[in-house]
């Protein structure tokens, strides 16, 4: 069984020194580490020039011509290392610090799965220990009628039915049925995307608990534009809420599904205007209006994503 980890990056060279420490690091070796570098521009490739610290065997440096998002970069990856013949893909940001025995985890609890599993999410926690990037439990029901999200619980194993991509291993065969993430997501929604793809229309997915990542992350709670004080991450918000509608209407429950949801986002600005402490209240429920105006004008591209599937 070979093991491809992606870490996919953008000016973060001193957290990506960390990753790349502990990737190196792992009690079972990764057979090869893919960086999807998203045109850095603070020196990051010199960490992968020849004699640098990370010019290893194991070790491919990929720099992209262009930013291309978390979205892009991932699907990049993905491509690349599918194409390369790996049987499994461990995806991660350049944040995210893998326990050294973090992919030894995931290796010993293939023992007690099904052989059709999609993919595998670690434990993520915080800085402070706290829980982060928690997944979803399955509670589907089962073929007994019931869901049966804790059949594995004595092994630490958590039925899911999506998770982000701070640290997931995703089966080769699956992507070879459901395809690609989607990189015209651009960043946010796109893990979540494609985690619900996989179990959607490959096989489950399980948490397990023994494979545990530090997710060096400076906002530990889920990220809302209500509290973002940066102008420049406002913008980016645009691609948060246009992505949340057109992941319900795909997985949920279509048009009701958006309308509730738009309704939310509504009542959400409303908030915003009327908070005197929230900075940019304006600029911020101009990009939710846009974000929702970019679901309902299909700026996406709706061909390309019903397309999604071909590799």
Not at 62 to 87: I, P, Q
Request: aromatic letters at 14%.
């Amino acid at each position: 069984m070979t093991i491809a980890a992606i870490v996919v990056t953008y000016n973060r060279k001193d957290l990506l020194t960390e990753c790349m420490e502990h990737l190196l690091g792992q009690t079972r070796k990764v057979d090869s580490i893919i960086v999807i570098d998203n045109a850095s521009t603070d020196d990051t490739g010199k960490l992968f020039e020849t004699g640098a610290v990370f010019d290893k065997d194991n070790v491919d440096y990929r720099l992209m011509s262009e930013n291309l998002g978390g979205a892009g970069g991932f699907y990049e990856g993905v491509r690349y290392a599918y194409h390369k013949g790996f049987d499994w893909i461990w995806i991660m940001d350049d944040d995210t610090i893998p326990d050294t025995d973090a992919l030894e985890a995931f290796c010993n609890a293939m023992k007690y799965l099904p052989e059709n599993v999609s993919y595998l999410a670690s434990a993520v926690y915080g800085m402070n220990g706290e829980a982060m990037n928690v997944p979803v439990p399955d509670s589907r029901p089962s073929d007994s009628g019931y869901p049966d999200w804790y059949r594995y619980s004595d092994k630490g194993l958590i039925k899911i039915l999506n998770a982000t991509f701070v640290s997931i291993m995703v089966s080769s065969a699956a992507v070879k049925k459901v395809g690609l993430p989607y990189k015209k997501f651009f960043i946010w929604g796109d893990d979540k995307e494609y985690t619900l793809r996989l179990t959607k229309y490959y096989g489950p997915a399980f948490m397990v608990g023994d494979s545990r990542v530090l997710h060096k992350r400076k906002i530990v709670k889920p990220i809302s534009i209500k509290y973002e004080d940066d102008p420049k991450r406002i913008d980016q918000f645009y691609y948060n809420y246009r992505n949340i509608l057109i992941n319900d209407h795909e997985y949920v429950k279509g048009a009701r599904s958006v309308l509730s949801r738009i309704f939310h986002f509504e009542t959400m600005c409303l908030r915003i205007l009327f908070d005197k402490k929230s900075k940019y209240r304006w600029k911020k429920v101009w990009v939710v209006q846009k974000g929702i105006f970019g679901y309902l004008s299909g700026d996406y591209d709706r061909k390309a994503f019903k397309e999604r599937f071909k590799i």
